[in-house]
C-alpha cells in the first residue's frame, strides 16, 4: 500500500464545526426514510399501486444505499473524503427532483435508488472522519453526541411529513430532501479534507481493501453481530405506518406523535448509554442491549396488539436498544483497524443497512399480521445476538479499546 503523506494539523477542521456538520451529514438515512413514512398509504393510492410496492421505496433504498457504501468507501481513502463526499451529495440532490416528480411507482424506485446511491457517500465519509478526527474515549463521546443530534431528525421529520400532507403532496416532501441535501452540499464546499494518508494504488486495489479488512478475524466476527440489531429496528420502521394507520385506524397527524415518541426513545439511548458507561463496562451493557431487545419482542407480540399505546411503549426500548448498542459497537470495530478505516466504515454501515433492509421486507412477507411478525423478529434477533456476543466478546482477537 503506497502513501501520500499530508499535513493532518494543517488539514484538521476545528471540531467544533465538524461535528455540527457530521450530524448534518449523518442524518441522511434518517431524513430519506421517515420524513415520507406518513405518506406511504396516501402514496398507494396517488400512484395507484399496491402497499408492496410502495414499500420498495423503502427496502431498495436501504438495499441500494448499502451498496454504495462499498463503492464510495475505499474511494475516499484514494481520493480523499472530500471529494467523495460532494460527489455523492450533488447525486442525492438531483435524484430526490426526480423522486418529487415521478409518475409511477417504478419511477420513484429507481429515483430512490439513485438517491441511495448519492446520500451512502455522506455516511461512509461521516464515519471514516471521526476515526481520522477523534481517538479512544473521546471519539465514544462524539459517536454518542452525533447520534444523540441525529436522531432528533427523526423525531422532528414525521411531524413536519404529516404537516406539509395538510397542505401540499408527498412530492413536496422529495423538494425538502433535496434541499436539505443542496445545504450539506453547500457546507462540504468549506470542509477541509481530513485524510493524513492517501492510498496511492489503483481504483481496484483501493476496492480490494475491503477483503483485506474482513480477513481481520476479529473486526468480522463484531460485525456479524452488530449488523443483525438493526433488523429488529429497520422492521419496525417499515411497518410502523401500517400499524398505527391501517391497524389503529390513527390520522396521519397522531402517528406522527406516536413516532415521535419512538424517536425520543432513540434520542435518550445515546445519553443513558454514557451515563451507564461511567459504572459498567461496555461489554456488559451491550449484553444487557441485545436482552432488552428479546425481552420487548415478547412484549410486542403478547401486548402490543392491544392499543397504540401498548405496541408504543413495548417497541420503544427496542429502538433505544439498537440505537445505544450501536455506539460501543461502532468503536469496538474501528479499534480493530489501524488503517483502512474508509473500507472499515463502508463494511460497518454497509452490513448495517443491508440486514436492515433484509427487515424490512421479511417483516411484510404477512401483511395481516404485522405486530407479530414485528415481536418474532425482534425475539429473534435478540436471542442470536446475545449467545453470538457471549460467545465472543472475551476472545483473544479480539482488540480491547483503551477504557
Not at 449523518?26 to 430519506?32: M, T
Not at 451529495?89 to 439513485?114: D, K, M, N, P
Not at 434477533?381 to 456476543?389: K, P, Q, R, Y
Amino acid at each position: 500500500k503506497g502513501n501520500i503523506n499530508l499535513n493532518s494539523k494543517k488539514n484538521m477542521p476545528r471540531r467544533k464545526g465538524a461535528l455540527g456538520f457530521l450530524a448534518l451529514i449523518s442524518a441522511f438515512p434518517p431524513l430519506s426514510t421517515v420524513l415520507y413514512l406518513p405518506a406511504l398509504p396516501q402514496m398507494v393510492e396517488a400512484l395507484d399501486t399496491t402497499q408492496t410496492s410502495v414499500n420498495m421505496t423503502l427496502s431498495m433504498f436501504f438495499l441500494f444505499y448499502s451498496v454504495g457504501l462499498l463503492f464510495w468507501g475505499p474511494l475516499s481513502e484514494k481520493f480523499g473524503r472530500k471529494p467523495i463526499l460532494l460527489s455523492g451529495l450533488t447525486i442525492y440532490v438531483v435524484a430526490s427532483l426526480l423522486c418529487a416528480f415521478s409518475q409511477h411507482v417504478e419511477q420513484l424506485i429507481a429515483g430512490r435508488i439513485i438517491q441511495a446511491l448519492g446520500g451512502s457517500a455522506a455516511t461512509v465519509v461521516a464515519t471514516a472522519i471521526v476515526k481520522d478526527i477523534y481517538s479512544g474515549r473521546e471519539r465514544e463521546k462524539v459517536m454518542a453526541t452525533i447520534m444523540s443530534m441525529v436522531i432528533i431528525a427523526p423525531m422532528v421529520a414525521p411531524v413536519l411529513g404529516a404537516l406539509l400532507l395538510k397542505y401540499t403532496s408527498w412530492r413536496t416532501i422529495f423538494l425538502m430532501l433535496a434541499a436539505i441535501g443542496a445545504m450539506a452540499l453547500l457546507g462540504g464546499m468549506f470542509f477541509r479534507e481530513t485524510l493524513s494518508e492517501k492510498f496511492t494504488g489503483s481504483v481496484i486495489g483501493s476496492w480490494y481493501r475491503l477483503l483485506v479488512v474482513l480477513k481481520n478475524l476479529g473486526f468480522s466476527s463484531l460485525l456479524l453481530i452488530f449488523s443483525l440489531a438493526p433488523i429488529a429496528l429497520m422492521a419496525f420502521l417499515a411497518s410502523a405506518s401500517y400499524i398505527y394507520i391501517d391497524g389503529f385506524g390513527l390520522t396521519e397527524g397522531q402517528f406522527s406523535l406516536f413516532f415521535a415518541f419512538n424517536a425520543t426513545c432513540a434520542m435518550v439511548g445515546p445519553t443513558i448509554y454514557m451515563r451507564m458507561r461511567r459504572r459498567i463496562e461496555p461489554k456488559l451493557i451491550i449484553t444487557i442491549c441485545f436482552s432488552l431487545i428479546a425481552l420487548c419482542g415478547v412484549a410486542v407480540s403478547f401486548f402490543g396488539h392491544i392499543s397504540p399505546w401498548w405496541f408504543a411503549l413495548s417497541v420503544g426500548p427496542v429502538t433505544m436498544a439498537v440505537i445505544a448498542v450501536r455506539i460501543p459497537g461502532t468503536h469496538l470495530m474501528l479499534e480493530q483497524q489501524d488503517e483502512d478505516t474508509g473500507s472499515a466504515s463502508a463494511l460497518i454501515n454497509f452490513f448495517a443497512m443491508f440486514m436492515g433492509s433484509m427487515g424490512m421486507q421479511l417483516v411484510t412477507l404477512w401483511p395481516g399480521t404485522l405486530i407479530m411478525n414485528l415481536g418474532y423478529i425482534q425475539i429473534g434477533v435478540g436471542i442470536i445476538c446475545s449467545i453470538l456476543w457471549l460467545l465472543c466478546r472475551n476472545r483473544p482477537f479480539i482488540i480491547q479499546p483503551p477504557s
